[in-house]
């Protein structure tokens, strides 16, 4: 098990990566740098594999197996799908089974240092108080007084309108903590989505709501909004349960999900105190209904990338130029070297404004 994990991880490194770097132009080249990392992976699998295993040793054993091999069918999916002529979706489908196999990891962060590292932030691995806090918080006994780590609340992948959330494990249930509210974009799941918040929250001692939309993507087609009220109750169950800084409630998204978070985000009554839209588009019943005005005085990050070819780089700019006109407090980040996929390196950007002292002092 041992020679197995440091490939294993090495591999999910090349992954996240990939998944950053992806923009369907250049899908071989990126299919050339991952296709490697199965052999490096193959071996050490093959190896445990053979091997009887006692029965005391299968809860280690057994989740680790079967990561590695999703993450040798995701690569196989990848480099399949990069191949000319090419197929964009297959792409984006090969990495949503990224977030499987973290979920099929984590429960074994208490048991694997390396492990235990790798799901923080980079600047935050070699913590050696934080990793020790993590794991002691992880096998401490509560009775189940205080439900900690990832949890689900009607929120299998079958399910439509549940919703996942992480709480840190070193919570004492006293300490007031910031909450992500993390929306995933068309056609995914609020499952999935958790895992490109989770690191950043695990670090630093934040609360991540991942709520997955009632049909195939968020309220933004027309017609009635099913998802507003929903969301103010998931925030609401989660308040009551666990001390939510209520001066810090971030409302973000990708794509699909950012369109979203600013038509819902600027809804009076919503609960939200600050916007993060990432890859999305100003919606334009924001300007119909005059819900734009309240973004007067209103935090706001707003992140495109310059590559986008699905909202192409001038959609972000009109929403820049009619969040300024409105008065909203914003920071806007238009990356290079981003196409429509998620920005992680983004996150701690967005905690370090959110848990600031206000959000114009980060812009």
Known sequence: LGGLLPPLLVTLERVGWVQRNLYPPVAPRLAEELAP??????????????????????????????????????IAIFVEAAQPPGDP????????????????????????????????????????????????????????????????????????????????????????????????????????????????????????????????TWSIMGGDDVDAEPLRGMVESVAARYPVDRARVL?????????????????????????APLCGVLHPLLLANGDLARARDFPVYLVHGALDWMFPIHTARMAREALTAAGARLVYREVEDLSHTYPRDENARILDWLTGPTAAAAG
């Open 251 to 275: 409302l973000t998204g990708m794509s699909d999900g950012a369109t979203y978070a600013l038509l819902c985000g600027l809804r009076d009554g919503m609960p939200f105190t600050h916007l």
């Open 37 to 74: 990392a199965a052999a490096a992976v193959k071996g050490p699998l093959g190896a445990v594999e053979a091997l009887p295993c006692p029965d005391d040793l299968r809860f280690m054993r057994d989740p680790l197996v079967d990561a590695a091999r999703q993450a040798l069918d995701l």
């Open 89 to 216: 979706m297959g792409l984006y489908r090969a990495l949503r089974r990224f977030a499987r196999v973290q979920e099929t990891l984590y429960p074994l962060a208490p048991v694997f240092e390396p492990l235990s590292r790798w799901f923080l932030e980079p600047a935050r691995r070699d913590d050696d108080a934080l990793v020790a806090s993590l794991r002691a918080a992880a096998l401490r006994d509560d009775d189940g007084v205080r439900q900690t780590g990832v949890l689900h609340a009607s929120n299998s992948r079958d399910d439509r309108g549940g919703f996942s959330l992480y709480v840190p494990e070193y919570s004492d249930g006293q300490g007031l903590m910031p909450l992500v509210v993390a929306l995933h974009g068309g056609h995914g799941h609020g499952r999935d989505f958790l895992w490109a918040w989770l690191r950043e929250a695990r670090s630093r001692g934040t609360l991540v709501l991942s709520p997955t939309s009632l049909d195939r």
